[in-house]
């Protein structure tokens, strides 16, 4: 079984751009949900999608937005990009749904966004 | 407020010998879960241990344990026998399955030396 799969695993932008990230869940995964690691802040969780319903929210600003498509994939949209925003961007997928709960996640090797 | 802070940004063992990861949590919800993942150098983070906040026997993996004190919020892991591949950052987490969100703790960057 393929695990989970991010893309673009490196990108570089620069200040005032957007960047668009994707992910594609494990086969049979419908939950979605994407952190942003930074040295010493650990992962903070951005947000998080079931059936292509967002169901919970970080505190991150409005130029984080997402989506998940039917097929369960996900991306991950940061607009008008700061120098703060430079972060490893994790994705994750679980089996949630509604008689499973495990709480596991399995993770993509992520997506590495430097803003210069 | 959820919360889970790791106090030991950095910690290193002897390989062969035993270490012990701290965390502490904070959540009003009565059904929720911790977790230990483990994230490598440059590597997928994977899981190490799960504790379901209802179980009162602590969880094992093999050399990896934890001690679930619930009533001081607080949930270490130990690893014994500790080899170089143990090597990684190790990050303490909690989910409540309520709310569907996790709260990850800022993570322990443990060395294990030969």
């Known amino acids: 079984k393929a695990g989970v799969t991010q893309t673009p695993r490196y990108l570089i932008k620069t200040r005032g751009q957007q960047v668009t990230l994707s992910c594609s869940p494990i086969s049979g995964h419908r939950s979605v949900s994407w952190y942003q690691q930074t040295p010493g802040q650990g992962l903070q969780f951005l947000f998080e999608?079931?059936?292509?319903?967002?169901?919970n929210k970080g505190n991150f600003p409005g130029r984080f937005s997402g989506r998940q498509f039917s097929n369960s994939r996900s991306e991950m949209n940061v607009s008008t990009l700061e120098l703060g925003d430079s972060a490893l961007y994790l994705c994750?997928?679980?089996?949630?749904?509604?008689?499973?709960?495990?709480?596991?996640?399995?993770f993509g090797e992520g997506s590495r966004l430097t803003v210069l | 407020a959820q919360t889970v802070t790791q106090s030991q940004p950095e910690m290193s063992v002897q390989e062969a010998e035993t270490v012990t990861l701290s965390c502490t949590y904070d959540t009003s919800e009565s059904n929720y879960y911790l977790f230990w993942y483990k994230q490598p150098p440059s590597r997928q983070m994977i899981l190490v241990i799960r504790q379901e906040a209802y179980k009162q026997q602590n969880a094992t993996e093999n050399r990896f344990s934890v001690n679930f004190q619930k009533a001081a919020k607080s949930f270490s892991l130990k690893i014994s026998d500790s080899q170089l591949g143990d090597t990684a950052m190790y990050f303490c987490?909690?989910?409540?399955?309520?709310?569907?969100?996790?709260?990850f703790g800022t993570g322990t960057r443990l060395k294990v030396l030969a």
């Open positions: 999608y079931f059936s292509e319903t967002q169901r």
């Open positions: 994750a997928s679980s089996l949630e749904g509604t008689s499973v709960i495990s709480g596991e996640l399995f």
């Open positions: 987490a909690s989910f409540t399955s309520g709310t569907y969100k996790y709260i």
